[in-house]
């Protein structure tokens, strides 16, 4: 069965490191989805990205947040500048076509943490 | 706003026993989600529910909707201890992007 993948399972950085987290999305889907989950707490969209641009962001998403889609297979997160706050796990999801009701397929997550 | 809140936050219930959980939000939705999420690890996919359906099955699962109290519930009928995990609701809808909005969560125990 086709699943999303991300690498690396857990990154360890220093604050003020860039990261760069990588997904993997099922072949042909369409749409590209970041999530994130601090510790005990619930799971927040950050950004989702459709015909090779962001469709909507979060207030999370702020300038230190990019994404791209630098192939036809890889979707990456970049954190510039890491604070102790990005410390979460980040989760990539992928939905196959245009129409709400269908459901998103999670990655396994990136736990990050910045010391 | 918060969106999709369930309750109860923690549930312990004796293996065979059944466990309920529910969500509620406050926003008009297009489908709610229940997403299962085993400690640390990723998110598992458990069924969707469309704003125009009232009941779904899958397997052990039921979910039902009841979109005049913005309300749904997961039921998970003669529960083993592989069921203990976080519950959560994630509800959708119809704005551009598709983007899924998820509650805090039920914390389940299922005690063998």
């Known amino acids: 069965e086709p699943e999303v993948t991300q690498t690396p399972s857990h990154q360890v950085t220093q604050m003020g490191q860039e990261v760069i987290l990588r997904c993997v999305p099922i072949?042909?889907?369409?749409?590209f989805y970041w999530y994130r989950q601090i510790l005990g707490q619930k799971v927040e969209f950050l950004v989702s990205?459709?015909?090779?641009?962001?469709?909507?962001k979060s207030e999370i998403f702020d300038d230190q947040f990019s994404v791209e889609r630098p192939d036809g297979s890889n979707f990456t997160l970049k954190i510039r500048s890491t604070k102790l706050e990005d410390s979460a796990m980040y989760f990539c999801?992928?939905?196959?076509?245009?129409?709400?009701?269908?459901?998103?397929?999670f990655g396994p997550g990136t736990r990050l943490t910045v010391l | 706003s918060q969106q999709g809140e369930e309750d109860p936050q923690a549930l312990s219930i004796q293996e065979g026993e059944n466990a309920t959980m529910n969500c509620s939000y406050k926003?008009?939705?297009?489908?709610l989600q229940w997403y299962r999420q085993n400690s640390g690890r990723g998110l598992v996919h458990l069924i969707l529910?469309?704003?125009?359906?009232r009941e779904k099955h899958s397997g052990r699962l039921r979910v039902t909707l009841d979109t005049s109290k913005k309300s749904s519930s997961l039921l998970i009928t003669a529960s083993r201890a592989a069921d203990t995990a976080s519950y959560f609701c994630?509800?959708?809808?119809?704005?551009?992007?598709?983007?899924?909005?998820f509650g805090n969560g039920t914390r389940l125990l299922v005690r063998p």
């Open positions: 999801a992928s939905r196959a076509t245009p129409g709400v009701n269908n459901e998103q397929f």
């Open positions: 072949s042909n889907h369409l749409y």
């Open positions: 990205f459709y015909n090779n641009e962001i469709s909507e």
């Open positions: 926003t008009s939705i297009n489908n």
């Open positions: 529910i469309r704003s125009n359906e």
């Open positions: 994630a509800t959708a809808r119809g704005d551009s992007s598709y983007k899924l909005i």
